[in-house]
């Protein structure tokens, strides 16, 4: 989605978010658009974008929008005698009043966030932290003061964007509102971090994910099962863990590699000098990871790409946002892996089996 033109109503909205926003009903606001690296070789979210800074005026002028909007949704609330309240009969009698709103992705976006009490919003695009610190600052208190009831305010930021920002710029922006940041790690290790060009160093993870944890943020760490292939997995495994452990982050979230194609991992990949780990494997890569990590942290599985089963044919991990509590449910999660590998075992036996048949016939 780009900029929304719906009658006299007008805001941006950017295309991605994680999925423990947009589950939650969250109100998607352009600090920024795109992203400003846009160098990594597995991602291909915007690599036909280019990165920029949005103004102030600009981003206050997006929020007036959507608060004009509900401010006129109310007011028809009332006049068709429902108090305010924003249900069906006054959903169309606006479509009615305006009808572009009907084919409107962000009139559903804040019909969602209203319905869901208005109380999370989450800032787009890839990196609102490259904001200047002050005006960060001062969109962020004007948000919260043109809807009070938020209660949480997210945003996506890069691990070198916290280590370059001093410690009283991320406590500033934490007092101004922004609750929770999500911080695309990938990997821990070093030599694998170059080649996906992540322009960023183990290091450079651990400080701005500690800096941004002492500035009082929630914070998730996300990172790549897989991502090495059979070339590299134990390294990404055990540095991976090894820096989780050090920034000891609120969230862990899984999130598996799959090559995206027209990306150069995409290349490599179809060169054979990246080979994929089968689904087994990734498990076991896993198993190393969480064997390794030492954290108080909550460990999710809250993605599709999540996708290994147990014996029963089932999901192997819930996928619920919050995840799995360590160190208390480690255990749990080690047992579920091996269930999970015993359950690959048992199709790849399958597999076989049906295959000889084949042959024999």
């Known amino acids: 989605m780009e900029l929304e033109k719906v009658g006299k109503y007008a805001f941006e ?6 999925p423990s926003e947009g589950g939650s009903f969250s109100l998607l606001l352009r600090f920024t658009r795109n ?3 846009n160098k990594c070789t597995f991602c291909g979210m915007y690599k036909h974008e280019k990165f ?22 109310q007011s028809l609330s009332r006049e068709l005698g429902y108090d305010g309240q924003i249900n069906r009969d006054v959903i169309i009698a606006m479509i009615e009043k305006e009808p572009e709103l009907n084919t409107s992705q962000g009139f559903g976006m804040i019909l969602n966030w209203l319905s869901s009490e208005g109380k999370t919003a989450f800032l787009q695009d890839g990196n609102s932290l490259m904001m200047p610190s002050d005006k960060l600052v001062d969109v962020l208190k004007y948000l919260r003061s043109t809807f009070p009831s938020l209660e949480r305010c997210t945003t996506y930021a890069r691990s070198k964007t916290l280590s370059r920002k001093s410690q009283e710029e991320l406590t500033g922006i934490r007092k101004a509102g922004l609750d929770r940041l999500h911080v695309g790690l990938e990997t821990g290790d070093d030599a694998l971090l170059k080649k996906i060009k992540k322009g960023v160093t183990g290091d450079e993870h651990v400080d701005g994910g500690r800096k941004a944890v002492k500035a009082g943020f929630q914070l998730s760490e996300y990172w790549m099962p897989g991502l090495g292939g059979k070339e590299d997995w134990e390294n990404h495994a055990k540095n991976t863990a090894l820096v989780l452990n050090r920034i000891n982050p609120h969230y862990i979230r899984s999130r598996p590699f799959s090559p995206w194609a027209g990306t150069p991992i995409h290349e490599d990949y179809e060169k054979g000098t990246l080979t994929l780990l089968s689904p087994r494997e990734v498990l076991i890569e896993l198993k190393l990871l ?13 993605h599709a790409g999540n996708y290994w089963v147990n014996r029963n044919g089932h999901l192997l991990f819930t996928q ?15 047992e579920l892996i091996e269930e999970g590998i ?10 076989r089996r049906r295959e000889r048949l084949r042959v024999v016939r």
């Open 320 to 334: 619920s946002y919050e995840g799995y509590k360590f160190p208390e449910e480690k255990p749990r999660v080690l």
């Open 342 to 351: 015993e359950a690959q075992e048992g199709r790849a036996d399958l597999r």
């Open 35 to 37: 992203c400003p690296w």
């Open 13 to 18: 909205v950017g295309m991605y978010r994680p």
């Open 52 to 73: 920029s800074l949005r103004t102030v005026e600009e981003i206050k002028g997006d929020i007036d929008s959507v608060a004009g909007l509900i401010k006129d949704l």
């Open 290 to 302: 969480i064997e390794t990590l030492y954290v108080t942290s909550k460990v999710c599985f809250d």
